[in-house]
């Protein structure tokens, strides 16, 4: 059964990949899709690379807070709703609770102090491994895949 570590373990292999011309990348051309952000194929891609295929090779940042919020796939966890981050979640920077959102990456530890480090695609051109420079927990929004299996949502519509 599929891990948060298992996640985090996978995205640390690709740390160091970058991108070609125009966001040519690995990780959208598997989907059938290139040359666009890729911060949410990689994920998808990792997620895939654990088992993990329930959001479908989105490359939609926000598709993943609104499959966990709208659809139950994994656990969402609101903006201010005090959630602090565990190894191998996902946070979302910037969702507007509708339909966009600027980024996402993976929660490499569990958060302490208000901070976490992650592992991001197309941070920089590349995937990276970032220090623990996402310095307030609370600027974010979370979700927490479904390993278990089980599909779970703090909060319904």
């Given at each position: 059964?599929?891990?948060?570590?298992?996640?985090?373990?996978?995205?640390?292999?690709?740390?160091?990949?970058?991108?070609?011309?125009?966001?040519?990348?690995?990780y959208g051309a598997s989907f059938g899709v290139n040359n666009e952000a890729w911060c949410g194929f990689f994920v998808s891609w990792c997620l895939e690379q654990i088992g993990i295929d329930d959001y479908g090779g989105t490359?939609?940042?926000?598709?993943?807070?609104?499959?966990?919020?709208?659809?139950?796939?994994?656990?969402?966890?609101?903006?201010?709703?005090?959630?602090s981050p565990k190894l191998g979640d996902l946070y979302i920077y910037?969702?507007?609770?509708?339909?966009?959102?600027?980024?996402?990456?993976?929660?490499?530890?569990?958060a302490s102090?208000?901070?976490f480090p992650s592992v991001d695609g197309n941070y920089s051109g590349?995937?990276?491994?970032?220090?623990?420079?996402?310095?307030?927990?609370?600027n974010y929004c979370y979700v927490t895949p479904p390993y278990d299996g089980a599909a779970t949502s703090e909060l319904k519509p």
């Open positions: 059964m599929a891990t948060g570590k298992d996640l985090v373990n996978v995205a640390l292999k690709e740390v160091g990949y970058t991108e070609g011309a125009n966001n040519s990348n690995k490359g939609s940042a926000a598709k993943f807070a609104l499959d966990a919020r709208d659809r139950g796939i994994g656990t969402f966890h609101p903006k201010g709703s005090g959630y910037l969702f507007n609770g509708v339909d966009w959102a600027q980024h996402v990456g993976i929660v490499k530890e569990d102090g208000g901070q590349g995937v990276r491994n970032t220090p623990k420079s996402r310095n307030n927990v609370s």
